[in-house]
């Protein structure tokens, strides 16, 4: 039977903070009975403290203070950036006696690459660490989050300027990407975790897709939709690969280099896990353009 009713969120920006909305709205259905979110900084996440969140100022160093965060909870959710060694926490998560733990894992598996890549290296890692401290853990890979990755903020790092409709692709653009909105994220997220049994959850990778689409056809989707005369060009492999080479530690345009190989995709079609939610019905990366820049 499901039996999670207690949860605590380590890094409540962004994709975070969507999850805490999340779980706080199960909370006032009477589904779960705690919403927990974890800060360095006191004083912060006000707006979620006022919609019944519990406020706990951390030292992510401190084991002592991870422990009592930890205190009578039932799952920690990971969102914490990519920088941050997560071994302490998860130490600290079997200490405290949680049950469960989702990593900050939410992009793709290695395709073609070891887990010792760059981009899967800290991820592996920490998966490793939660079976050396027999501390199950579920995983859900939801490829790029489309709104976050397609808005204004990180969108240029793709290519894509849709307010001056000048896209420059990197690399060829033509192999699928999987994309999910945080929102819908958040949605699958929350009803795994509170209605799936715990034998369910346990050491599972979920593979989470809203829309399986690639670059250039995301470019000419956008361009049929605006009806404007979309410029749209591409970077060569060739440039993305000598930056990689003038500087090795960059993850930035190795990760654009995964993209053009066709690495970040769930799965296959036939290993999506999007029928734990019957009713999740996610976005497609159209909606969501329409949703950001159709103003």
Not at 63 to 81: E, G, K, M, R, T
Not at 150 to 178: A, H, K, Q, R, V
Request: hydrophobic share 40%; with cysteine; net charge negative.
């Amino acid at each position: 039977m499901p039996g999670f009713t207690s949860f605590a969120i380590a890094g409540a920006g962004n994709i975070g903070k969507v999850i805490a909305e999340e779980l706080l709205k199960k909370k006032d259905a009477g589904e779960i009975s705690s919403v927990a979110i974890l800060t360095r900084t006191a004083g912060s996440h006000e707006d979620l403290g006022a919609r019944g969140a519990k406020i706990i100022p951390v030292d992510y160093s401190s084991p002592s203070s991870l422990n009592a965060a930890f205190s009578n909870i039932d799952v920690v959710v990971s969102c914490l950036p990519e920088t941050c060694d997560e071994k302490g926490l998860a130490e600290a998560a079997k200490a405290a006696g949680v049950k469960l733990i989702v990593p900050s894992d939410y992009a793709s598996g290695p395709v073609e690459q070891t887990e010792d890549h760059p981009l899967y290296r800290s991820r592996a890692r920490m998966r490793q660490t939660c079976k050396e401290f027999e501390l199950p853990y579920a995983v859900f890979w939801t490829g790029m989050f489309s709104d976050m990755m397609l808005g204004p903020e990180y969108s240029g790092f793709l290519g894509f300027n849709f307010t001056e409709d000048e896209i420059m692709i990197p690399g060829s653009g033509t192999e699928p990407i999987s994309w999910t909105s945080s929102t819908d994220i958040a949605r699958f997220i929350g009803h795994v975790l509170v209605n799936l049994p715990r034998e369910k959850l346990e050491w599972r990778i979920f593979r989470v897709e809203g829309d399986r689409i690639g670059l250039n056809d995301i470019a000419v989707s956008w361009q049929k939709y605006s009806n404007k005369a979309v410029s749209i060009s591409h970077r060569s492999r060739s440039e993305i690969e000598d930056e990689v080479r003038k500087n090795p530690n960059d993850i930035g345009p190795a990760f654009l280099l995964e993209l053009d190989a066709g690495h970040l995709i769930v799965g296959s079609p036939d290993e999506l896990t999007n029928y734990e939610f019957p009713q999740w019905k996610p976005k497609k990366v159209i909606d969501i353009l329409v949703e950001i820049y159709d103003q």
